[in-house]
């Protein structure tokens, strides 16, 4: 529990129209919890954890940690709009990467959209370095960024 009490647990596929209402509107529920599904099978693999912050019984935010053999990637890092600017990504962030320091892993790397110049620097004040910028197949550029240990020695 944090001081503005959040908590950060892993995500179950109860979570579904919460993270649908919340983070993912765009999406039908039932792809929210399609998606929920595959995740918790990648996490019953040990390649993935996926962790939601709950404030009064609500899911708000959203974020995963893929895990490729010593190495990981934190992706769909999502803030529900209302509770953005609060705090809660740099907790839900944090939660992640002790996930990752905890696994002991060399290097974690993010990808944001090239596009939002404000996300490269907050993940940059988090301690990533920018890479290099990449265009996705669907033509999207996004920001190459990475941490590790060597580099940072705290996140």
């Known amino acids: 529990m944090t001081a503005a009490g959040w908590s ?6 109860s979570d579904a129209a919460d993270l649908q209402r919340n983070c993912f509107s765009g999406q039908s529920l039932r792809a929210v919890e399609d998606y929920l599904m595959w995740c918790l099978a990648q996490a019953d693999k040990g390649r993935m954890v996926r962790l939601v912050v709950e404030l009064e019984g609500e899911v708000i935010a959203s ?3 893929a ?33 990752a320091q905890g696994r002991d892993l060399c290097a974690v790397e993010i990808m944001a959209d090239a596009n939002v110049t404000w996300l490269r620097t907050w993940y940059e004040r988090r301690g990533f370095v920018y890479q290099d910028e990449r265009c996705l197949a669907r033509g999207e550029r996004v920001a190459y960024l990475r941490w590790s240990p060597t580099e940072r020695s705290e996140f």
């Open 67 to 99: 895990l490729r053999h010593r190495e990981g990637e934190i992706g769909s890092l999502e803030v529900a709009p209302g509770h953005r600017k609060k705090g809660v990504g740099n907790v839900l962030l944090g939660a992640l990467m002790q996930e």
């Open 63 to 65: 974020g995963q940690l």
């Open 8 to 13: 950060i647990r892993p995500v179950r596929l």
